[in-house]
């Protein structure tokens, strides 16, 4: 998973890894709106009965906006970093919850094979060398009428949000990933590649390109109105 720009992804996550919740923690709002997206997909029943998969799931913030939303779920949570994954391994989790080390690309080979009746990916998509081959793949893992959630920073659409996330990056977040990691290789590509990633009416878009129907969108509160979105997307096929 290497970036246009030449970063190994999944490297530079490894080396931010230990410092990632404190500053993640930091941030107004960042497991609230998780737990936001989570709830968007209206999993029934508690998750009783329910496969989901957790695609990117970082040190277990987004796994665990999953389980509040679904606590009876069963949770596969795979993630391409190996410290993140250490990380959210090492914090306490319900039999239910499993983790895989893997990129997103090669689930099958790491032994995760659907059908999934939900699918959460957060801050996973803009990360990927072929976005558009990922988003088919994760349909084909969903079944028919099962929801895919993807939590991700989308500006390009705004002005407002476009001067604000510039404004917040170099600020705050540059800043404090060199203070708290020692490096800030990795917020510095978190600036360039929200800059440069869809819009939500391209990303909308993106998705209906990849077979999905019913694509939507929702933003959070507070700062991160208009630059955090859920966008909601359904396999083709009955209703769950």
């Not at 349909?139 to 993807?150: F, H, M």
Request: net charge positive.
């Amino acid at each position: 998973m290497t970036t246009d720009a030449g970063l190994d992804v999944p490297a530079a996550f490894d080396g931010g890894a230990a410092a990632y919740d404190r500053l993640t923690g930091a941030n107004p709002g960042y497991h609230a709106h998780l737990r936001l997206s989570a709830r968007r997909m209206r999993l029934p029943g508690d998750g009783r009965g329910l496969r989901l998969l957790d695609a990117g799931c970082g040190t277990g913030a987004s796994t665990a906006a999953l389980l509040s939303a679904a606590p009876h779920a069963e949770i596969v949570a795979i993630d391409a970093s190996a410290q993140m994954l250490a990380r959210a391994r090492a914090k306490p989790w319900p039999a239910s919850v499993r983790f895989v080390h893997t990129r997103a690309e090669d689930l099958a080979g790491a032994g995760v094979r659907g059908p999934f009746d939900g699918i959460l990916a957060a801050y996973l998509i803009r990360n990927l060398a072929d976005p558009d081959g990922q988003l088919r793949a994760l349909r084909g893992l969903l079944r028919p009428g099962a929801t895919l959630a993807v939590h991700e920073y989308s500006v390009r659409d705004s002005a407002r949000a476009r001067a604000i996330w510039r404004a917040v990056c170099w600020s705050v977040i540059i800043p404090s990933g060199r203070l708290a990691a020692g490096d800030a290789t990795l917020y510095r590509y978190l600036w360039r590649s929200v800059e440069g990633f869809d819009g939500a009416r391209r990303f909308r878009q993106r998705l209906r390109e990849a077979g999905y129907t019913a694509t939507r969108s929702e933003t959070m509160t507070g700062w991160q109105r208009d630059v955090v979105h859920t966008f909601l997307a359904t396999a083709p096929g009955a209703a769950r």
